[in-house]
């Protein structure tokens, strides 16, 4: 005789929901789950990295060399959306708060923009075919806007992601509230170099300190770059013993044998300074000596062939 187990509507409705929502997915405001991770093929190298979204199928152990499986759910970097690759190079991450969108900050984000802004999905779809990037804040002046830049792009606070350890990896929260000057730098910033400088011309980048020099540093500091010049790439950490805390340059320094700083950019074939925050990290500077006064009565100054503006011409500190 065969025993049949029959259960009533009402019943099987509670089961078949019930093992329905042990297997829905929780998904955060970005359309993610927490077992979704990005993964790339090497480590995060420069300004930035592109990702893909994956899902693990072999943990990493030490019997992989601390590589995993993963299926690609989402293509980007080098993956195409249901390879299976191994890799070392992966972050659990979640939604950022508000606070989180510091100076220094390591972050995620969509790789869609509005209006020129990167914004975060508007659906899962989005979410796992649209591609993610890495990269750090550089600037923070754009709160006020629900903004930050890394480099020359801006990222909206809602497409922001950062690592789910909780250990944010950030320079330090900036000066409460920045003080720009005539060249839109703050006093935090300083203009940095891996060589010290020639006697005719050098680019240098912009730099905040995240180490100070100790007795066992020789000297040297370490800084995020904030603004590319040199041979440095804005958001990296670089030490160096060449740094310069600069100001505006002054009637008094308008002299010859002056050692000066100007952005490196111009108008009718004269350097000029910076009209905006982007211009004065995004476009680089240059340090050079005044070599010629002959024209300060056309606002000008000399380094060799170059005019420069006296609008453009930091000294330091």
Same mark, same amino acid.
């Given at each position: 005789?065969?025993?049949?187990?029959?259960?009533?509507?009402?019943?099987?409705?509670?089961?078949?929901?019930?093992?329905a929502s042990a297997q829905r997915p929780t998904y955060d405001r970005h359309f993610l789950d927490s077992t979704e991770v990005f993964i790339a093929p090497d480590s995060m190298s420069g300004a930035s990295q592109y990702l893909a979204?994956? %899902?693990?199928?072999? =943990? #990493?152990?030490? $019997?992989?060399?601390?590589?995993g499986q993963y299926l690609v759910v989402g293509g980007g970097a080098s993956y195409t959306t249901g390879q299976r690759v191994w890799t070392r190079w992966v972050w659990s991450t979640r939604p950022a708060s508000a606070q989180e969108a510091a100076l220094g900050t390591t972050v995620f984000c969509l790789n869609a923009t509005e209006n020129d802004v990167y914004r975060s999905p508007r659906d899962r779809n989005e979410a796992l075919n649209t591609g993610w990037w890495m990269t750090v804040i550089t600037d923070v002046s754009d709160l006020y806007r629900q903004e930050v830049r890394a480099g020359e792009y801006r990222l909206g606070l809602d497409c922001l992601?950062?690592?789910?350890?909780?250990?944010?990896? %950030?320079?330090?929260? =900036? #000066?409460?509230? $920045?003080?720009?000057?005539?060249?839109?730098?703050?006093?935090?910033?300083?203009?940095?170099?891996?060589?010290?400088?020639?006697?005719?011309f050098a680019y240098v980048a912009v730099g905040r300190m995240v180490v100070g020099p100790t007795e066992t540093s020789r000297g040297e500091a370490q800084f995020l770059v904030v603004g590319s010049g040199a041979s440095y790439t804005i958001g990296q950490r670089v030490w160096t013993r060449y740094y310069w805390r600069t100001r505006p340059a002054m009637q008094q320094d308008w002299t010859l044998g002056k050692r000066v700083f100007c952005l490196n950019a111009t108008e009718g074939e004269v350097y000029r300074g910076p009209r905006n925050r982007s211009e004065a990290l995004n476009t680089g500077w240059w340090a050079t000596t005044i070599t010629d006064?002959?024209?300060?009565?056309?606002?000008?100054?000399?380094?060799?062939?170059?005019?420069?503006?006296?609008g453009c011409l930091r000294v330091v500190r």
């Open positions: 005789m065969v025993h049949r187990i029959l259960f009533g509507a009402a019943a099987l409705t509670a089961l078949c929901a019930g093992g979204v994956g %899902r693990v199928l072999t =943990p #990493p152990s030490p $019997a992989t060399r601390n590589e992601r950062v690592s789910a350890s909780g250990t944010a990896d %950030r320079a330090g929260l =900036p #000066p409460a509230q $920045a003080v720009y000057d005539a060249h839109f730098l703050d006093s935090a910033e300083y203009f940095i170099s891996p060589d010290e400088l020639s006697e005719g006064v002959s024209d300060l009565y056309r606002q000008e100054v000399r380094a060799g062939e170059y005019r420069l503006g006296l």
